[in-house]
């Protein structure tokens, strides 16, 4: 189960386990986006695609949706939490509140809301692997993340916790601390402005989906016995979230 599929890291994941031969749920809020992605995962073969159209944001609709799962959907191996955003950049004294919420309420409580939802399936199976997508920058701050390094800091705290709390249960938590990464993700932040977003990655061979389904992928096919923690990827230009080094 993949949240946020619907592009970016989440869509080069569903690809790429399709690919692999794995059913896969598939969700997000844009419906028509879910439509074209579950044409294509059903085109690589032998598999079976659940698309569930939902705001991870909506306590009551994602416990409704994850309690309504038909029996044979049940049976999760593997959560990919990966819906998530920045939106906006500032000071902190000049930072938007609302964009402030949204990053808090997808990325901490969304994410909070579908683990709740899901884990217990997988401790009843006594089996699972969880992955977050927190961020570098919950590891590091930059000026003007403020809000947004704070709630991938608290994936980055959440992934330890869950870790701790499962380990009886067999299931594996691996967070996922990309940097710089070609995705909509700037597109988003810079809510459309093409030119901002394009701008992130000037001068930088930046990380793409697929690098990080590759990455997910490998974690999630080591023996059951095996649990990668934690990874930080960056493109080789970047040494951390102040250091870049452009070829302009
Ligand atoms: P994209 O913007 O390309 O994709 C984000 C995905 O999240 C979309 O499928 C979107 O689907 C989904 N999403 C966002 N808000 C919600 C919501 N409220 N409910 C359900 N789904 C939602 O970005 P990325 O692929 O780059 O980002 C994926 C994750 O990786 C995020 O958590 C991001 O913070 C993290 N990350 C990104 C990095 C980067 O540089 N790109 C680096 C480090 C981490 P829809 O709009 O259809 O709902
Ligand atoms: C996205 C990476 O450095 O743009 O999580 O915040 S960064």
Known sequence: MITGATAGFGKATAVQFAQKGYDIIITGR??????????????????????????VRNREEVAAVIASLPEEWKAIDILVNNAGLAVGMDH??????????????????????????????????????????????????????????????????????????LLKNNIRVTNIAPGMAVTEFSIVRFKGDEEKAGAVY???????????????????????????????????????VNHNYRRI
């Open 92 to 165: 902190i004294d000049k930072g938007n509140i609302d964009d402030w919420e949204r990053m808090i309420d997808t990325n901490i409580k969304g994410l909070l809301y579908v683990t709740r939802a899901v884990t217990p399936l997988m401790v009843a199976r006594n089996k699972g692997h969880i992955f977050n997508l927190g961020s570098i920058a919950g590891k590091e701050n930059y000026e003007y993340g403020n809000v947004y390094c704070a709630s991938k800091s608290a994936v980055d705290s959440l992934s330890r916790s869950m870790r701790i709390d």
């Open 202 to 240: 000037k001068g930088i061979d930046p990380l793409t989906g697929k690098d990080i389904a590759d990455v997910i992928y490998f974690c999630a096919t080591l023996p059951d016995h095996v649990c990668i923690n934690d990874l930080i990827i960056t493109p080789t230009q970047q040494a951390g």
């Open 30 to 55: 844009r419906k028509e986006r879910l439509d074209q992605l579950e044409k294509e995962l059903l085109s690589f073969g032998n598999i079976k695609v659940l698309s569930l159209n939902f705001d």
